[in-house]
């Protein structure tokens, strides 16, 4: 009887991605660590035993994997080793083919001002694998693994979206390195009030018209970006040139985190657990106030993997969706470290029969291939996908010219007219209502507007 299995994976499976999760049982009461021997390379790395599970992230090579599987215990008689096979076929889901108009996948993509030198904000203690330009292609690389892996895992059928890889190396992503032709760095953190005007969506357009440019508006192309770059004040603890927003072919994050994101494949389960505490004196704490490396490189990949989902279309969901950092931490390591959830629950709000849908909101076509924050592939900014709107507000107020909404997932306003909308964020420095189409509302005691509801539609609910 073997008394080691793997749960997720058959031996002998064929995989079309390669840096795959392994999570297993082993039937030993003493034994607290596995080892692992992969071939080709016969390279060993040892994985915890928490509870008689394990978890593993094995980067296989191109071609068949065989792993060999032990326990590290004292006992007389331990489990028997594990054999167990895995191929990996690139071809399968991932491409080398960079300038192709037909394969839809997704860009790693590193973006910098030009004259600047692509340098990222880290601590002063040197143990974050450097801050240069080939440091942050490095971290790009796992974090684009993990982001395939994830999806992989997270959805049904092992499902999940191709990536451009290395020619000499299909195990490892490609990483586009593109330095920017319009803007200097200065000039690019003013716009729009130093981005805190309308949350860095003047920003965004301006990347995504220099990708467009870049790559000659190929539609096949959906951009994993990092903005190398921006600017902190350890006295005012703002930064300027940092975002997260998503939709249409672009999934746009700051590189202020990146000084706590793995190098190496090796290096993954020791950043997920990584308590050091940030230094808000040198770089930006962005980990919803916890405060740890583990919670930075959580919150902002799972941010990362947020917006690259809005461009592929998907909505803002209780769920996975919501707390997507949580979530891709619990899912490589065996050994979760300490979490707080208020900063999640907070922003997801719960679909109950205490709330009435009191009013739908359809955007104009005239805003069709107009850049917006949830800019996907639709006829409309705001479309209902499946059993779940795209995004639900919360109704603040209504007069007989107006309807206020608030977003908490954006700390958004939206303000709603009879042929218009508007938007601006919710903070005192934004003053400037802005521009986001010409729209109309709708009512389910409308029989003609409920047909239009039930094809796609904004939910607003009001308690």
């Given at each position: 009887m073997t008394l080691i299995s793997i749960l997720n994976h058959p031996n002998e499976s064929v995989l079309g991605y390669s840096l795959v999760r392994l999570v297993g049982k082993v039937l030993s009461g003493s034994a607290q660590t596995l080892t692992i021997i992969q071939d080709p390379g016969n390279k060993k790395t040892?994985?915890?035993?928490?509870?008689?599970?394990?978890?593993?992230?094995?980067?296989?090579?191109?071609?068949?994997?065989?792993?060999?599987?032990?326990?590290?215990?004292d006992e007389e008689k331990s489990p028997p080793p594990l054999q167990w096979?895995?191929?990996?076929?690139?071809?399968?889901?991932?491409?080398?083919?960079?300038?192709?108009?037909?394969?839809?996948?997704?860009?790693?993509?590193?973006?910098?001002?030009?004259?600047?030198?692509?340098?990222?904000?880290?601590?002063?203690?040197?143990?974050?694998g450097g801050n240069d330009l080939s440091a942050a292609i490095r971290k790009m690389q796992i974090a684009a693994l993990l982001l395939q892996t994830f999806c992989a895992e997270a959805l049904k059928s092992q499902k999940t979206f191709a990536l451009e890889v290395d020619k000499t190396d299909s195990s490892l992503p490609h990483v586009t390195v593109l330095q920017l032709k319009h803007w200097k760095?200065?000039?690019?953190?003013?716009?729009?009030?130093?981005?805190?005007?309308?949350?860095?969506?003047?920003?965004?357009?301006?990347?995504?018209?220099?990708?467009?440019?870049?790559?000659?508006?190929?539609?096949?192309?959906?951009?994993?970006?990092?903005?190398?770059?921006?600017?902190?004040?350890?006295?005012?603890?703002?930064?300027?040139?940092?975002?997260?927003?998503?939709?249409?072919?672009?999934?746009?994050?700051?590189?202020?985190?990146?000084?706590?994101?793995?190098?190496?494949?090796?290096?993954?389960?020791?950043?997920?657990?990584?308590?050091?505490?940030?230094?808000?004196?040198?770089?930006r704490d962005d980990s919803c106030g916890r405060g740890t490396f583990w919670a930075n490189f959580a919150t902002c990949l799972g941010a990362s993997m947020h917006e690259v989902g809005h461009c592929f279309g998907c909505p803002h969901t209780p769920g996975?969706?919501?707390?997507?950092?949580?979530?891709?931490?619990?899912?490589?390591?065996?050994?979760?470290?300490?979490?707080?959830?208020?900063?999640?629950?907070?922003?997801?709000?719960?679909?109950?029969?205490?709330?009435?849908?009191?009013?739908?909101?359809?955007?104009?076509?005239?805003?069709?291939?107009?850049?917006?924050?949830?800019?996907?592939?639709?006829?409309?900014?705001?479309?209902?996908h499946g059993d779940r709107p795209f995004a639900t507000f919360t109704e603040q107020s209504r007069n007989e010219e107006e309807i206020m909404l608030f977003d908490s997932g954006r700390n958004m306003l939206l303000r709603l007219t009879m042929t218009m909308v508007h938007w601006k964020m919710n903070n005192p420095e934004a003053v400037t209502w802005n521009f986001l189409g010409n729209g109309y509302p709708l009512f389910l005691s409308n029989p003609d507007h409920k047909k239009i509801i039930e094809a796609h539609c904004c939910v607003i609910r009001n308690d």
């Open positions: 040892k994985w915890e035993i928490k509870g008689g599970y394990f978890k593993a992230l094995i980067l296989l090579k191109e071609g068949a994997n065989h792993l060999k599987l032990l326990c590290d215990t096979t895995l191929t990996y076929d690139s071809s399968l889901i991932n491409t080398t083919e960079y300038t192709s108009r037909n394969i839809q996948r997704v860009r790693p993509v590193y973006v910098y001002c030009r004259d600047h030198d692509g340098s990222f904000h880290t601590m002063k203690d040197g143990k974050t760095r200065e000039d690019l953190a003013s716009l729009s009030n130093d981005w805190e005007q309308d949350g860095g969506f003047a920003g965004y357009n301006a990347l995504l018209s220099e990708l467009n440019e870049y790559d000659q508006n190929n539609s096949s192309v959906v951009y994993f970006a990092i903005l190398g770059g921006s600017f902190y004040n350890p006295v005012t603890k703002k930064t300027r040139m940092a975002t997260a927003l998503g939709g249409g072919k672009l999934g746009l994050f700051a590189d202020v985190a990146l000084h706590t994101y793995p190098s190496s494949v090796d290096e993954i389960v020791a950043c997920w657990q990584d308590s050091r505490r940030v230094d808000v004196n040198q770089v996975v969706f919501t707390g997507v950092s949580k979530c891709m931490n619990n899912t490589c390591s065996i050994n979760e470290s300490s979490l707080n959830n208020e900063c999640f629950s907070s922003r997801i709000q719960q679909d109950s029969s205490s709330l009435k849908d009191a009013h739908y909101y359809v955007i104009g076509p005239d805003v069709i291939n107009r850049s917006s924050f949830e800019n996907v592939r639709g006829k409309e900014w705001l479309e209902r």
